[in-house]
C-alpha cells in the first residue's frame, strides 16, 4: 500500500512537471512567433524612441502593457519590431476586436499580410496586420 501511494504520488509529481515544461516551452515558442514583416519608408517614433527606416519582422511581446483606458488587456499588446533578431523598438498595438473591425473604414489587409500607410496630415504611420484573423493596429509618429 505504501509504495502504491509512492508511486502514485510520483507518478502525480512527474505529470505536473511534464505539464509545467510543455507550458513553458509553449510559451517560448509563442514568444519568439512572428506576426509578419513590414518595411517602413522613413524614420518614426515607436514609444517615443526613434525606429529607423527599414524592414521588420513583428512578433507580439509576452509582456503585458498597463490598462489602457476603454480597452481590455486583450485589446492592447505590446509588438516588437526586430531587425537580424534584434529588437530595434516597440510600440503599444490595439487589437481589434470583430465589432470594432466593422466600425474601420479602411478594409483590411488579406490573411498573412500587412499594410503600411501614411495616414491624413502626414503625422503619422499605421501599420495593420493581419496575423491568423487577428487584426493589429500599430500607429508610429513620423520623426
Known sequence: MIVKAMTGKFLGAVLVAVVAVSGAVNAQA???????????????MADGKPLAKGTYTLRVSDEMPAKVVGQTLEES????????????????????????????KAAAPAAGTAKVQLLKGGDYYRVWVNAGGTQYLIHLGAH
Not at 34 to 43: A, L, N, P, Q
Open 30 to 44: 509563442k514568444k519568439a512567433a512572428s506576426i509578419g514583416s513590414v518595411t517602413i519608408g522613413r524614420d518614426v
Open 77 to 104: 499588446r505590446w509588438i516588437e519590431f526586430l531587425q537580424a533578431g534584434k529588437v530595434k523598438g516597440r510600440e503599444l498595438a490595439t487589437v481589434l476586436t470583430k465589432e470594432a473591425l466593422k466600425d474601420m
